[in-house]
């Protein structure tokens, strides 16, 4: 599987972006999908994400309200739309796809994309 991320830039706060993961190789219907950023000195951590069916959707307690996470079945590419952007927001957001365990882990991962660089000013 491979994963392409893109829709990263540069917003000023309050502002939105939709971030894009388009894959190949195997559809997203195969996998559970989840989003992760990781900003400067800091770990990756868990944003959102979808189970394989797309019936279960999980959210990181800091954007809950604020972003949503989104399949298209039809393109292969999973969204993630961001509103109410905050500086601290600003990261490397990766998509990533794993086949099972817990959606919240790194470690649960087995395919990632390269990362798109979101950078919101205050």
């Known amino acids: 599987v491979q994963l392409q991320a893109s829709g990263g830039g540069l917003v000023q706060a309050g502002g939105s972006l939709r971030l894009s993961c388009a894959a190949s190789g195997r559809t997203f219907s195969s996998y559970g999908t989840g989003w992760f950023r990781q900003a400067p000195g800091k770990e990756r951590e868990f944003v959102g994400g979808?189970?394989?069916?797309?019936?279960?959707?999980y959210y990181a307690d800091s954007v809950k309200g604020r972003f949503t996470i989104s399949r298209d079945n039809a393109k292969n590419t999973v969204y993630l739309q961001m509103n109410s952007l905050k500086p601290e927001d600003t990261a490397i957001y990766y998509c990533?796809?794993?086949?099972?365990?817990?959606?919240?882990?790194?470690?649960?991962?087995?395919?990632w994309g390269q990362g798109t660089q979101v950078t919101v000013s205050s």
């Open positions: 990533a796809v794993r086949k099972g365990g817990s959606p919240y882990y790194t470690g649960s991962y087995d395919y």
């Open positions: 979808f189970n394989w069916s797309g019936s279960s959707t």
